[in-house]
């Protein structure tokens, strides 16, 4: 699904919707250049889950795991030399415990699992586009699902 949001918190809001569908386990990629809004896509998914405290970039602590009734890790692999280094810091252990959201997904394609949300950020005219894809088949419902809750007529 695409959806444009105009100003961040509509970005925020976006991110909201979809982590009420999350659990322990799912994987939101996120790819789009730099102030795209990746890291504000992520305050929305730590919202949505009702997590209270600051979210901010995990690009030099690599990884930030916010504690909640769902926790949340949140990866950055800007920094990471790639998909190798990405599973030696934990990456498997992470999807066990938490919803982790990764961004810069892109460059550690070769350590994702098949099953995951991929959430492609662009900047548009207006603000920004969001373009939200479930691989594998839970991520495919979940996806169809906020499809659905969008959809006036259901
Ligand atoms: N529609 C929008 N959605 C998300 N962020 C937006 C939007 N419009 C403006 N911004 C701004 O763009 C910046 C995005 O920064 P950030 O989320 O850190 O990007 P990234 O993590 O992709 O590098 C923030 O300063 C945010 O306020
Ligand atoms: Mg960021």
Do not use: N
């Amino acid at each position: 699904m695409a959806v444009e949001t105009p100003a961040p918190e509509d970005t925020r809001a976006v991110a909201g919707r979809l982590a009420e569908l999350l659990r322990p386990g799912d994987l939101v990629a996120l790819v789009g250049p730099l102030g795209a809004g990746k890291t504000c896509f992520v305050q929305g998914l730590a919202e949505g889950l009702g997590i209270t405290g600051p979210v901010t970039s995990p690009t030099f602590v690599l990884m930030r795991l916010h504690r909640g009734a769902t926790p949340l890790c949140h990866v950055d692999a800007y920094r990471l030399s790639g998909a190798e280094e990405l599973v030696d810091l934990g990456f498997d252990d992470w999807l066990q415990e938490s919803v982790v959201a990764l961004e810069w997904a892109d460059t550690v394609c070769d350590a994702l699992p098949p099953e995951r949300i991929e959430v492609l950020i662009d900047y548009a005219v207006e603000g920004r586009v969001l373009r939200l894809r479930g691989i594998g088949p839970r991520s495919a419902r979940i996806i169809e699902r906020m499809k659905s809750d969008d959809d006036p007529r259901d």
